[in-house]
Nanobody, 128 residues
Framework: QVQLVESGGGLVQAGDSLRLSCAAS????????MGWFRQAPGKEREFVAT????????YYSDSVKGRFIISRDNAKNTVYLQMNSLKPEDTAVYYC?????????????????????WGQGTQVTVSS
């Protein structure tokens, strides 16, 4: 069992930066691929970014590519999402998720069914 707790959300202005953190419990964190998803009001949850267990591979949605950076620190059982040049359309609840699957492609990274554990989410609001 893995428990995930997100933090770092808040209210910012367009163009600002924000870093989300996701702390995981358990001693097997380093064996999980970790992803970030988001859900805006009235919309379905969507993929944002994923990082492989080693950190050697990363995947991003087109909407955040070049602006967001996903990273992990396996010694701290934590995954991060650095969000730069934020836009109002980035407003959403952001969720981190852990996958035991071998995520080796963009299609597998964005497939929610590959993720076994989910956090409760943290709200990010970007004002114009």
């Amino acid at each position: 069992q893995v428990q995930l707790v997100e933090s770092g959300g808040g209210l910012v202005q367009a163009g600002d930066s924000l870093r989300l953190s996701c702390a995981a419990s358990g001693r097997t964190f380093s064996t999980y691929a970790m992803g970030w998803f988001r859900q805006a009001p009235g919309k379905e949850r969507e993929f944002v970014a994923t990082i492989s267990w080693s950190g050697g591979s990363t995947y991003y949605s087109d909407s955040v590519k070049g602006r967001f950076i996903i990273s992990r620190d396996n010694a701290k059982n934590t995954v991060y999402l650095q969000m730069n040049s934020l836009k109002p359309e980035d407003t959403a609840v952001y969720y981190c998720a852990a996958s035991r699957a071998s995520v080796r492609s963009y299609s597998s990274a964005r497939y929610e069914g590959n993720y076994d554990y989910w956090g409760q989410g943290t709200q990010v609001t970007v004002s114009s």
